[in-house]
């Protein structure tokens, strides 16, 4: 066994820490290099060495976080971009063609939602929205031999629906369609779509496979070969690739994904826990709680249910936006999956598009996501905040 097949087949954080990058054979850098260059001499015309010809199709910064990624998704093939949207879009130019049809989560992500319904309809891509919760009306959304692809997040955002992953493959199996899942929020730490049954894996890796809130990307990982190389065709043909400094920290972040995810759930469990019992909370929404929709699915899925909290307040959206604004520790931003701990208000900030449709959020909702900071600090600010 080579010592990279070793280390497909070690554990997660043994893979997230060693797949993809064997120390360097001339300097023995543990590290994979920046390397930025954007071309590479060749020995001889066409003499590549190790298949570098031009950083747009291929770079080795890149290379080792694709290796990696590919790893503890458990897929064959990662490939990665500019950003969570550049993948996703990638992606659909390689697999759907004018009259197509797409299956979406009727509460996708609204970066995903408009890219769907401004960019690729345009196109000819169209889109059927359909509850994740629902395997029959995603069935009944699918238009016969016109739908390449069902979409699929879990859980969702921000009210944390749940689908099941391996009944939607098979429902978008039957009808000869690609299942997607958008595995941002859980992370391949808590969830690998591709062993249940999924054909491709999307990540935004500027959430918590980067983890520190200081680089956007994105990410495609498939285990279907031929898959892999109309993707890789379509990575350098369209170009949307990120740089080796990108990619640097992306790997960085990537290789501590499992300590960070546990210590982000430990807090996220403690909060709901702290919430539950405030006076001033009507409801706590997280997979991990019993009552939850979602809970027995996400828990014959999911490893641990993750750093993602909403909450409604006593007091309605008013209150909603004061807890918002008055806590401290909690920094009042858009974005999720940092180390830092982030709160919003998903009515007026990340779903304001959403207003006055089937979408809208409660305005009394807030959204959390959970860092790693020390857990009584998080408490007392949200308790603080709630007054
Ligand atoms: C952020 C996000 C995206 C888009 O990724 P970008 O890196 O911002 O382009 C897609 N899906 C989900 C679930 C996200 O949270």
């Not at 543990?30 to 930025?36: N, Q, S, T």
């Not at 629902?134 to 959304?141: K, Y």
């Not at 809970?295 to 918002?324: I, P, T, W």
């Not at 790693?372 to 007392?380: H, K, P, T, V, Y």
Request: with cysteine; net charge negative.
């Amino acid at each position: 066994m080579s010592e990279q097949e070793h280390h497909l087949k070690a554990g997660f954080e043994t893979r997230a820490i060693h797949a993809g990058y064997e120390p360097d054979p001339t300097t023995g850098a543990v590290i994979p290099p920046i390397y930025a260059t954007s071309t590479y001499k060749q020995d001889g015309v066409g003499g590549l060495r190790g298949g570098y010809e031009y950083s747009r199709s291929a770079n080795p910064t890149r290379t080792a976080l694709e290796g990696a990624l590919a790893a503890v998704e458990e897929g064959e093939r990662a490939f990665t971009f500019s950003s969570g949207l550049a993948a996703e879009d990638t992606l659909v130019r390689a697999t759907c063609r004018p009259g197509d049809h797409v299956v979406l989560p009727d509460d996708a992500y609204g970066g995903t939602f408009r890219l769907f319904d401004k960019v690729e309809r345009a196109w000819g891509v169209e889109h059927t929205p359909a509850p994740v919760t629902d395997v029959d009306a995603v069935r009944a959304a699918i238009r016969p031999g016109q739908t390449r692809l069902v979409w699929l997040e879990t859980p969702t955002n921000p009210l944390l629906n749940v689908g099941d992953i391996e009944a939607l493959a098979a429902v978008a199996h039957e009808a000869g369609a690609l299942l997607v899942v958008d595995n941002t929020f859980a992370s391949p730490y808590l969830q690998q779509p591709l062993t249940l049954g999924a054909d491709v894996v999307v990540h935004s890796t500027t959430k918590y496979v980067g983890g520190h809130s200081d680089v956007v990307g994105g990410a495609l990982v498939v285990r279907d070969l031929d898959l892999a190389e109309k993707l890789t065709f379509h990575q350098n043909a369209i170009g949307a690739v990120p740089g080796p400094f990108d990619s640097f920290l992306t790997h960085r972040g990537l290789k501590t994904l499992g300590v960070r995810m546990d210590r982000h759930c430990d807090n996220a469990e403690a909060v709901v826990a702290f919430l539950a019992e405030h006076p001033g909370v009507v409801e706590v929404i997280y997979p991990g709680l019993p009552e939850h929709p979602g809970h027995a699915v996400a828990s014959r899925q999911m490893k641990r249910y993750g750093g993602m909290v909403a909450f409604r307040v006593v007091g309605g959206e008013d209150k909603a936006l004061a807890v918002c604004e008055r806590a401290q520790v909690f920094t009042l931003a858009e974005s999720l999956g940092g180390i830092e701990s982030l709160i919003e208000h998903p009515g007026r900030m990340t779903h304001a598009s959403v207003a006055g449709t089937a979408l809208e959020v409660p305005a009394d909702l807030v959204r959390l996501s959970v860092g790693i900071e020390s857990i009584d600090d998080l408490l007392a600010d949200l308790d603080r905040a709630l007054g």
